[in-house]
């Protein structure tokens, strides 16, 4: 089956570095998406992963293990504009690029000052 | 402009009324998404269409219906609505890089 996993609140303080963890057991893996949502907004993409390793981009990382099915989001300098709800995703390829995500229930994160 | 777009943003309803959420875009993508969200449930995928000609159901597409009328349009109708309909609606499309979301619609079915 599909499962994603993460967890469902986190707290942190502004100034402060967050991990947020995502673990994942699909059929397939043509890459694994952070999506960023604000209450009541549209979700916004922040990163993505195909490879094992590390992608930075700016106060966001991103870092990738397939052979561990698990994935984390490294938030740092938090601000308090970072208080938001945190989407793990991982594109599924049974066959062929479908392009289709599945997407985790997502990470509130509250940034206290 | 925004790249996607949805209308309405919000709706209240009765039950048993049939109504349609818009969707459009102007990003050039063949591949577009229906989700709903609901609190503690995440997204969770309706339909989805990779072109024009290509209709496929989601995990949830119970009750709901879709029609691809161009590249850029895709629409989901709630044929006959039900109170545990009520939930955040998002269109959304994609290319390799990522799905790119609309700003959704808040449906609200009494």
């Known amino acids: 089956g599909q499962n994603i996993d993460q967890p469902t609140e986190m707290t942190a303080t502004e100034g402060a570095i967050v991990q947020i963890n995502c673990t994942y057991q699909?059929?397939?893996?043509?890459?694994l998406f952070w999506y960023q949502q604000h209450a009541g907004e549209a979700p916004t993409f922040l990163s993505y992963?195909?490879?094992?390793g590390l992608e930075e981009k700016g106060r966001f990382s991103s870092f990738l293990s397939r052979s561990k099915g698990y994935s984390y989001l490294l938030l740092k300098e938090l601000q308090m504009k970072d208080s938001a709800s945190y989407l793990c995703?991982?594109?599924?390829?049974?066959?062929?690029?479908?392009?289709?995500?599945?997407f985790g229930q997502g990470t509130t994160l509250q940034v206290k000052p | 402009d925004a790249d996607v777009t949805q209308t309405p943003r919000n709706r209240i309803t009765k039950t048993g009324k049939r109504i349609m959420l818009e969707c459009s875009q102007t990003k050039g993508h063949d591949r577009m998404y229906w989700y709903r969200q609901d609190p503690g449930l995440g997204l969770r995928l309706i339909y989805y269409s990779f072109d024009v000609k290509d209709i496929n159901k989601g995990e949830i597409s119970d009750g709901y219906s879709v029609s691809r009328q161009a590249q850029a349009k895709f629409s989901l109708s709630l044929e006959s609505a039900i109170p545990n309909q009520t939930a955040l609606y998002f269109c959304a499309t994609s290319d390799f890089s990522g799905q790119y979301f609309g700003p959704g619609t808040r449906l609200t079915v009494t």
């Open positions: 992963n195909v490879l094992d």
């Open positions: 995703a991982v594109r599924d390829r049974p066959s062929g690029n479908t392009g289709k995500l599945i």
């Open positions: 699909t059929s397939g893996f043509n890459g």
